[in-house]
């Protein structure tokens, strides 16, 4: 493993020095043994981790969670020592907190008490599907819509590069409800897997094999009290939830790891010329990231086409 010392820094505290003891040892224990079957296998995680006790870091604690509000110092490190032995434990434990995040930050008691200790326990998966073919990092372009019904609203749209999209038991949907134009008419509905409506179109391969789909919403119905929030908040309620999560994959991606790369130079050459990018925003992971020094960001260079107008991979020297 590598240097610890920054466990020593200020703002953590002991029992965030005993976390990361701790699950660096579990992870040092844990048979990490991906196999051929990528979807069983990330179900297994989720539920190893919520029998360890670890997902009760992805929710607070009136709901099965190890501390009163989201902490994420240890959410932080918790990513940090999943990612070091198995990017997709570390995939595993992240996508359980996008998936709830909104549900701790702007759910009722009766949706955090449905959903939480399922997430915590690992019972449950949780998804989070927001972008779509033409609404990634522009979340206000959304398409998919949520009409009113009296009942409740009817979904209609697509949703795609959705993680955990097929796995999951729920997802935290946003979808155009139309109280104001751009942003401040979206808003945010719990989505069950099972919903009458719902159906996962499309798996999707990547470099790094994740479950990760297409999912079309036709008539799919949901009740008012499947709301998170108030109407128009959907874009505040991403927002949070992204703010939430944004300091954990920062330290996730800096981690060096012995396991990766996971794929060969000559497969990732290989299956980035065999597909065809969307636009800028589809090559955004392969074309415009910063990599830390310990990286040859000519590699990723000489491996990645770029879309037009795209800068090279540069190594961050600083």
Same mark, same amino acid.
């Given at each position: ?16 020095r ?51 509000? /989201? ?5 932080a490190? !918790? $990513?940090? &020592?999943?990612?070091?032995?198995? @990017?997709?434990?570390?995939?595993? =434990?992240?996508?359980q ?25 690992g019972?449950?998966i ?41 796995i ?9 409800t ?10 945010t ?19 790094a094999?994740?479950? /990760? ?6 008539? !799919? $119905?949901? &009740?008012?009290?499947?709301?998170? @929030?108030?109407?128009?908040?959907? =874009? ?71 879309a037009?107008?795209?800068s ?7």
């Amino acid at each position: 493993m590598s240097d610890q010392s920054y466990l020593d820094w200020p703002f953590f505290e002991a029992r965030h020095r005993q976390l990361k003891q701790d699950l660096d040892e579990w992870c040092r224990q844990y048979a990490f043994e991906e196999g051929d079957d990528i979807d069983a296998y990330c179900r297994a995680l989720v539920a190893d981790l919520g029998k360890a006790g670890w997902l009760g870091n992805c929710v607070p604690a009136p709901w099965g969670g190890t501390s009163d509000k /989201l902490d994420v110092r240890s959410l932080a490190l !918790c $990513r940090e &020592a999943l990612a070091y032995h198995s @990017g997709l434990a570390d995939f595993a =434990f992240a996508m359980q907190l996008l998936g709830s995040v909104a549900i701790s930050l702007f759910g009722t008691d009766a949706q955090r008490e449905t959903y939480l200790p399922a997430v915590s326990s690992g019972v449950s998966i949780a998804a989070f599907a927001l972008s779509e073919a033409e609404a990634g990092s522009d979340v206000a372009a959304i398409a998919t819509t949520a009409d009113a019904t009296g009942d409740g609203y009817r979904i209609d749209g697509e949703k795609t590069w959705i993680s955990n999209g097929g796995i999951a038991d729920f997802y935290c949907v946003f979808a155009r409800t139309g109280e104001q134009p751009g942003a401040r008419g979206l808003s945010t509905f719990i989505v069950e897997a099972s919903n009458p409506g719902l159906t996962v179109t499309e798996q999707i391969d990547t470099i790094a094999p994740h479950p /990760l789909g297409t999912l079309t919403f036709d008539n !799919c $119905r949901v &009740a008012e009290r499947d709301r998170l @929030g108030n109407p128009g908040e959907g =874009f505040k309620i991403a927002m949070a939830t992204l703010d939430v999560f944004r300091t954990t994959v920062a330290i996730a991606i800096l981690k060096p790891s012995p396991v990766l790369p996971r794929r060969s130079p000559s497969a990732t050459r290989q299956l980035s010329n065999e597909r065809v990018p969307s636009g800028c925003g589809a090559m955004v992971s392969i074309c415009s990231v910063t990599v830390n020094p310990g990286f040859d960001a000519s590699t990723m260079n000489a491996l990645s086409p770029r879309a037009p107008g795209c800068s090279p991979v540069r190594a961050n020297t600083q």
